[in-house]
T-cell receptor, first 114, second 115 residues
């Protein structure tokens, strides 16, 4: 069955440091991949998506992710963390065999320390 | 577009009472999803509609939960009777297509507390 695994339920970085949030997927067919962000007391917001075009995807707020088929990964990065990046981040996958319905990871909570 | 609109933002009710959550999707979106989010279970898909027709309600926890979509611009999620374990944040999301290409647009959620 298709699934998404986010390694690390909590990640803590210093302001200005590299942000790396890990996501691995399991899919026997080409997937579409997404990262969403949830700020406190808000709904989820689409950060970026991979839909079989360029493997390096740029999103909002300086985030980017790279699709690596050989590693079945779609890790999210940002070169320099800002205090406002503190939030919950969710990785999701969809594939044709599931009617393109999103399958969600459990989320990673990012804390940014001053 | 104002985005996906949910009401109320917060609901506190007593055990046994009926609760109705409301959602207005983005105009033109043909899919609507209801999710529940808790610390213990994360994001759970409860039910989703395509063109106002329920497609999959296998995530609805019990018969106490029901959802309707009478038209393309409105959906409700009802819990009757409510129980303390129903306390959670309920999200509505809509998409064009099943969300596999464009993703979902989420509402701000309804925080339900059952006491």
């Amino acid at each position: 069955a298709q699934s998404v695994t986010q390694l690390g339920s909590h990640v803590s970085v210093s302001e200005g440091a590299l942000v790396l949030l890990r996501c691995n997927y399991s899919s026997s067919v080409p997937p579409y991949l997404f990262w969403y962000v949830q700020y406190p007391n808000q709904g989820l917001q689409l950060l970026l998506k991979y839909t079989s075009a360029a493997t390096l995807v740029k999103g909002i707020n300086g985030f980017e992710a790279e699709f690596k088929k050989s590693e079945t990964s779609f890790h999210l990065t940002k070169p320099s963390a800002h205090m406002s990046d503190a939030a919950e981040y969710f990785c999701a996958v969809s594939y044709a065999g599931n009617n393109r319905k999103l399958i969600w990871g459990l989320g990673t909570s990012l804390a940014v320390n001053p | 577009d104002a985005g996906v609109i949910q009401s109320p933002r917060h609901e506190v009710t007593e055990m046994g009472q009926e609760v109705t959550l409301r959602c207005k999707p983005i105009s033109g979106h043909d899919y609507l999803f209801w999710y529940r989010q808790t610390m213990m279970r994360g994001l759970e898909l409860l039910i989703y509609f395509n063109n106002n027709v329920p497609i999959d309600d296998s995530g609805m926890p019990e018969d106490r939960f029901s959802a309707k979509m009478p038209n393309a611009s409105f959906s409700t999620l009802k819990i009757q009777p409510s129980e303390p374990r129903d306390s959670a944040v309920y999200f509505c999301a809509s998409s064009f297509g099943a969300g596999g290409y464009y993703g979902y647009t989420f509402g701000s959620g309804t925080r339900l507390t059952v006491v």
